[in-house]
């Protein structure tokens, strides 16, 4: 049975008194790329990455939604669409004022995120330094 969530004017509806609904799909995928001051070219090498092979086989019952913080207090929310034959980046939201390091502020995102896009299953990639410890 398909379920249709309502979006408000968050979603880019220019008209305040529109409702847009919004249909769910298969899978969302979500890349969530926090503020770094080192990692920002890498993240958006991986957006264009996706971007490049959306643009080549298209989105078949699935999202692809990126938060990429712009700042260590800004952040926008967009997915990755198929128009045209061109993959393009509609937003779907920013934050002001916000940082994404703690419990409340993460699940206010996601919370958003399954408004704005919903799916039946999601999936997450999150950007971030690691580091490796071998066994010795």
Known sequence: MAVAL????????DDEDEVVIVEPVHQTVVMFFP???????AF???VQDFSDMIARRGLKGERVVVCMAT????????????KKGKCVADTLRRYKNRTFTSASSMASLFSDIKTMAPAERYGLIVGSH?????RQ
């Open 6 to 13: 309502l979006c408000t004017a968050a979603c880019a509806s």
């Open 35 to 41: 503020w770094s001051t080192n990692l920002k070219s």
């Open 44 to 46: 958006q090498r991986n």
């Open 71 to 82: 700042t260590s207090t800004d952040a926008a929310l967009f997915e990755l669409k198929v």
């Open 130 to 134: 690691g580091m490796a410890a071998g």
